[in-house]
């Protein structure tokens, strides 16, 4: 359930202006096994934002004077945005590359692979589904993957928040099942 959103000036993966969306909901936190220090715990049940409506048409229409675009990312938070309903998260999304074209999709996740992160969604399918079948992973350019530890540094140099994430670069192919490429970051 989408909770916020905000400018976002670090989580970019590229180093760009992003607009971060952050739902809340967590299914491993509600069933009592958060990440380690969650740094989100405000976030592990579903909840509407404070605001009437958390998609303000001001972030979705932001441009430098002239029309050139701003925004060239949509980074996705939680709370966990793979225990969300997939389609909520691909409908802002598409409200959002309505008004700005051609946005990379980053995604932060707690789940330490892209199985575990999609379980739950292959177990409600009616049929078989793959992990890469995931309607989220199949927009994703970008995955931030890992609990957040606080007892794990990062390496010098590096803007996760704990060591034990890493960041992905989402490389799809016509010819080859989507596969991760993991990046400095």
């Known amino acids: ?18 607009i971060g969306l952050v739902y809340s909901g967590c299914k491993r936190a509600m069933n009592g096994h958060p990440c380690v220090n ?63 074209r051609g946005t990379d999709v980053v995604v932060y996740t707690g789940y330490k692979t892209i199985e575990e992160a999609t379980l739950a969604w292959r177990l409600e399918q009616q049929e078989e589904a793959a992990p890469w079948d995931h309607p989220l992973l199949a927009r994703a350019d970008w995955i931030k993957m890992g609990e957040y530890d606080e007892n794990i540094p990062p390496l010098p140099g590096s803007r996760l928040a704990s060591g034990n994430q890493k960041m992905f670069r989402v ?4 010819t080859t099942v989507p596969h991760l490429q993991e990046v400095s970051f």
């Open 38 to 100: 969650c740094q989100n715990p405000h976030l592990w049940y579903p909840s509407l934002s404070q605001d009437k409506d958390p998609r303000k048409e001001e972030l979705y229409n932001i441009t430098y004077e002239g029309g050139g675009k701003m925004i060239d990312s949509i980074v996705i938070f939680g709370g966990e945005p793979f225990d969300q309903h997939p389609e909520e998260i691909l409908r802002d999304i598409k409200h959002i590359e309505t008004h700005l």
């Open 1 to 18: 359930m989408l909770n916020t959103m905000f400018i976002d000036f670090q989580d970019d993966p590229c180093g760009r202006i992003a």
């Open 171 to 174: 490389i799809k192919s016509e």
